[in-house]
């Protein structure tokens, strides 16, 4: 017992011993609880796994609108923050950019942003010289979820632009005003004063209406000094839109026939009948002789002086009594300018003629092909801006409480020029797809002009090109010596110099026999294609 005590005791005080020793060197970093040693948490920390650094990605940022005055400004360094990118700017003017970006790209230069205004033709050019990369619609999806929502609630089919053999080159681009259409506009007091309370609604009660504009004094001058129409004959497109889509046709949009085929609509009996109706009334005197010579500044002084009665090539916008086309010079001399609907035609139909929403997409350089990571940081950025509310309201309105306020969901800009665009960095410069989310049209169109498009719009019904923009080998080769034989005969049409029965058929036959059938059956090779 005592050998087995005595060894006991001693086996304590070694113990003993231990605590002190390590209590010593542990100093106050170490607690003794009950006698035994507690490490401080200072001491029970794991190290943390270090993190990798995220290299900074540099991307070469080309566009010609709304180019800031300075490197490093506001909106170019919240993108570069956030995303950890640096930007290089390649800022182009507005008009002439194409000649400077050629230089730019002739020196071996290749932004990974193009500029916005590159359209199809652009596009074709440059995917066949290998100066722009091709893109993955799925990668796109992945990375631009939020953008890819919004473009498929207006118009899914918007890749349509930029498939070319067999691939697609660029990001979608949309501008959904683009499917609104032009209104027809009448003089409000001349409707009265010939017996009408609202404005017509055929193409027969607008014959009665125009007769009556021209015959019956409207403006009770004693004179007859009025006619009931006029047109934009410097920019034939725009010319009698209201009575070509009546009849379901524009001449300068392909259309698909009964049999399914694509046809030009300059060469269809739809627009032979619509110009058999406009020689009938230029021959009575109801379209302002004049109108050949007249572009926009020239209608909207017309209707304003009451000389003319009925303009329509105004979108919705423009019966805003503010708008500087027709409703708000008419309105300073006392005219106001009634909204109607597109005219009923012999068929029924009832169109408004629309350029449509679809433009050439947004192009990436060819380099970016090969950098994930530079293509999937774009496509991030670019989903940010065009549809996350703060990054939308960076790009497009700069800083809030800087350069704009909010009244509601209104964004208010301030005028201060220390604070505009150029100065920011704001605009469409750093967000091309700016008009994508149409849900943004609450911070930038006022609840005054959302109610009047919603008093002039519904249930009109755009007339759209069955192909939309396109990019066409043929038309590189013919399209701008058929515009000119097509503008050459419309305008001759309509003013008597040529018939609409064996002149409109010798029309035809020059039309395709001067490069108009290759350029009908490529259309209709594409849209078959891309209905497979």
Known sequence: MKHGKRKWMTLVAMILAMVLIVSACGGVNNEVTNNVVV?????????????????TIEIVWANNFNAPEEDGNYVQTEI??????????????????????????????????????????DMAVWAEQKIIANVDRAEIA???????????????????????????????????????????????GWLEAIGYSKPPETLVELEDVLTKFTNGDPDKDGKKDTYGMSARGKLPIQMFTSVFTAHAVSPYQFKLDNEGKVVYGAITEETRTALKLLSKWYKAGLIDPEFITKDNKQLSEDFANQRIGMVDNAGWGNFNPLSGYV????????????????LIGPNGDSYAFAYGARQAPVLLGYQ????????????????????DLEGWLLTVAGQLGVSYDMEGDFVVGRKDESVAAPKLGYGS?????????VTKQKHTVSPEMLKLRESIMPGVKPLLDVLGPV????????????????????????????????????FKEDWLRSGGQEVTDEANQIYNERNK
């Open 142 to 188: 992945t990375y631009m979820p939020n953008y890819t929502a919004a473009l498929n609630a207006v118009d899914p089919d918007a890749w349509n632009v930029g498939h070319i053999n067999g691939k697609d080159w660029g990001i979608p681009k949309i501008w959904p005003p683009g499917n609104d259409g032009f209104i027809p506009g009448y003089n409000k």
């Open 429 to 437: 410069f750093y967000n091309p797809l700016t008009h994508i989310d």
């Open 39 to 55: 490490p401080t948490k200072s001491e029970t920390k794991t190290e943390e796994p270090i993190k990798e650094v995220e290299e």
């Open 471 to 506: 990019a066409m080998k043929s038309k590189n080769s013919y399209w701008g010596n058929l515009i000119t034989l097509q503008d050459t005969y419309l305008i001759k049409a309509i003013t008597g110099e040529a018939n609409t029965d064996n002149d409109f058929d010798k």
């Open 80 to 121: 570069e923050k956030r995303f950890n990118v640096k930007i290089t700017n390649v800022k182009l003017e507005r008009w002439g950019w194409k000649e400077q970006f050629s230089v730019f790209l002739a020196s071996d230069e290749i932004p990974d942003i193009f500029p916005i205004d590159a359209n199809e033709a």
């Open 368 to 387: 970016v092909a090969d950098d994930d990571k530079k293509r999937q940081k774009i496509y991030e950025i670019l989903d940010w801006v065009s549809t």
């Open 327 to 342: 409703t708000g010079p008419a309105l300073e001399l006392g005219q106001v300018n009634t909204p109607g609907k597109p």
